[in-house]
C-alpha cells in the first residue's frame, strides 16, 4: 500500500502561496500546491513537444501544439505536484495529441492485437513505449480513457444538438473523464472497484468543476471566437440562454457553481475518509492527489487566462 510517507507528506511539493493565486484572480479554494522537481517537468515537456513535433512530421500530420503557461508554471508541476518523480516524464500532457495517433498505439498495446501492425501504419512515439513500460495496466486504462474522451458523439456535438440547460451541459461534457485515469498513473495508485465507487461522488464533484472553472477562464476568449461551435460548448453561453442573464451575471453563476463543487469536493473527502479511516492509504492519497488536481487547474487556468 502506497502512503503520504512515501510521496505525499510536502516531501515532494510545496503549497503556493496566497497572494500569488490572488495576484492572478484565482478564486479556488482548493490546496494549491508545486512540484519541487518543476524544472524535471519542463524538461520533460520539451522533450514531448521535439518528440510528437518529430513524429508528426514522419507521418505527415500537422497538430500544432499548445504553449506552456509561463505565469502559475508547469501544468503537470502544478496539477500534480505529488506525481511519483519517475513518472513526471510519462505524465506530462500525454493528452495534446492523443487524437492524431492513440487509435493506433491502444490497438496494438491491447491484449488481442495481432503481434505486429500493419505495415501502412504509422508507429507510436516513444511516448506511448515510456507509458506502456512504467506501468502496462495504468498505462492502457489511460490510453482507452483518452480515446473515449475525444472519441465520444457528445463532446463536440452539432450547434443544434446543444444542451439547453447547465445540468443537460454538465451530463454530456463530464460523460467520460480521462483524467481519473492520468491521476492514478501518475500516483502509481491501483485502486479496485469498490475503492473507486466510494470515490464517485468526489470524482463527480471534480470533474464538475473542472469544467466549470475551465468555461469561466476561457469564456473571455470563446466569445470572441469565429466558431459559433465553440461559443455554444461553453457553460457561460448556456447560463445565459438558460436563465436569460447577462454575460456578466451568467459568467459569476458559473463562478459560483464551480466554487459550491470545490465545496461539495472537501465535504465528500471528510466523508469518505471519517467512513474508511483511510487518510494515509491508497484512498486517502487519491482524495489529496485529487484535491490539488482539481486547485492546481484552477490556478494554472487564472494565471494563463483559459490559454
Partial sequence: MRSFETFGNGKNSYVVPGKELRLYGCFTILKVKRSIYEELCDDALKGVKRELAAYFYENGVEVPLTTENKLSGNWIAVVMPDAIPSR????????????????????????????????????????????????????LDLLHAWRNHFNHPLKNPPQTEHPTTLQAYLSSHTATNPWIPTLLFALGLHLHASELALLDSAIRAATTSLLLTKDYWTWPRVCRSADNNARLSNAV???????????????????????????????????????????????????????????????????????
Avoid at 251 to 280: F, H, N, P, T
Fill in 88 to 139: 513526471l516524464v510519462a505524465s506530462q500532457r500525454p493528452c495534446q495529441p492523443f487524437p492524431a495517433w492513440i487509435r493506433p498505439a491502444v490497438t496494438r498495446a491491447s491484449p488481442t492485437s495481432p503481434a505486429a501492425p500493419p505495415q501502412s501504419e504509422p508507429s507510436s512515439p516513444p511516448l506511448i513505449t515510456d507509458l506502456l513500460s512504467t506501468d502496462r495496466s495504468q498505462a
Fill in 237 to 307: 453561453a448556456v447560463v445565459m440562454a438558460e436563465h436569460g442573464l447577462s454575460e456578466a451575471k451568467a459568467r459569476e453563476s458559473v463562478k459560483r457553481a464551480a466554487v459550491d463543487a470545490e465545496m461539495e469536493i472537501l465535504e465528500r473527502k471528510a466523508e469518505i475518509l471519517d467512513g474508511s479511516g483511510d487518510e494515509r492509504g491508497e484512498v486517502g492519497v487519491f482524495l489529496e492527489g485529487l484535491e490539488q488536481f482539481v486547485g492546481g487547474c484552477g490556478f494554472w487556468w487564472a494565471a494563463g487566462r483559459g490559454r
